[in-house]
T-cell receptor, first 118, second 112 residues
Framework: GAVVSQHPSRVICKSGTSVKIECRSLDFQATTMFWYRQFPKKSLMLMATSNEGSKATYEQGVEKDKFLINHASLTLSTLTVTSAHPEDSSFYIC??????????????FGPGTRLTVL | GEDVEQSLFLSVREGDSSVINCTYTDSSSTYLYWYKQEPGAGLQLLTYIFSNMDMKQDQRLTVLLNKKDKHLSLRIADTQTGDSAIYFCAESSSGGYQKVTFGTGTKLQVIP
């Protein structure tokens, strides 16, 4: 199989605090993980690509100092939302690529984390 | 930039066929995907098609690709209540390291 977990599934925090979300590939090694943000009735917006052992690549318009990504091992990537504000409230989804396929970009998705900033 | 569009909602009766449509703008798209998202869950890859194909069938699923019109469709035969979900069309350019661009998603409601 190819299972990806996220923790926590739901978090509520106060404005100004930081929140860490974990993404784990449970039964495979993932050299690349992706972080998405999903808005209601909107598509998934790719925030950044996380490569094990190197700095994440952020998409245009995504603040790297606000959304800190650490891919410390082949099975774990973390997203930290620093100094969270209500506009950061969203559904955050991670995905992981299995192996080093140079053809189809098949990603396995986590169940998502619902962040609510009060 | 790349753009992938879908209609937001589709309602069908159980046992009928569902057809979900998608259009994309990137002429260099090489892989086109269909993902399914059930409530409160992540996305699950249903199927994908290479751009040099015009049809792919997998059990109840049929994918049709019109590369000239940049139009992709997913047909679900004998739609069941368990098929109720949001379906995302997505595309990527050649090479496994190219990013995947997702459509807005189509919510499929199956009426018993």
């Amino acid at each position: 199989g190819a299972v990806v977990s996220q923790h926590p599934s739901r978090v509520i925090c106060k404005s100004g605090t930081s929140v860490k979300i974990e993404c784990r590939s449970l039964d495979f090694q993932a050299t690349t993980m992706f972080w998405y943000r999903q808005f209601p009735k909107k598509s998934l917006m790719l925030m950044a690509t996380s490569n094990e052992g190197s700095k994440a690549t952020y998409e245009q318009g995504v603040e790297k100092d606000k959304f800190l990504i650490n891919h410390a091992s082949l099975t774990l990537s973390t997203l930290t939302v620093t100094s969270a504000h209500p506009e950061d409230s969203s559904f955050y989804i991670c995905s992981a690529r299995k192996g080093l396929s140079l053809t189809v970009n098949e990603q396995f998705f986590g169940p998502g984390t619902r962040l609510t900033v009060l | 930039g790349e753009d992938v569009e879908q209609s937001l909602f589709l309602s069908v009766r159980e046992g009928d066929s569902s057809v979900i449509n998608c259009t994309y703008t990137d002429s260099s798209s090489t892989y086109l995907y269909w993902y399914k998202q059930e409530p409160g869950a992540g996305l699950q890859l249903l199927t994908y098609i290479f751009s040099n194909m015009d049809m792919k069938q997998d059990q109840r699923l049929t994918v049709l690709l019109n590369k000239k019109d940049k139009h992709l469709s997913l047909r679900i035969a004998d739609t069941q209540t368990g098929d109720s979900a949001i379906y995302f069309c997505a595309e990527s350019s050649s090479g496994g390291y190219q990013k995947v661009t997702f459509g807005t998603g189509t919510k499929l409601q199956v009426i018993p």
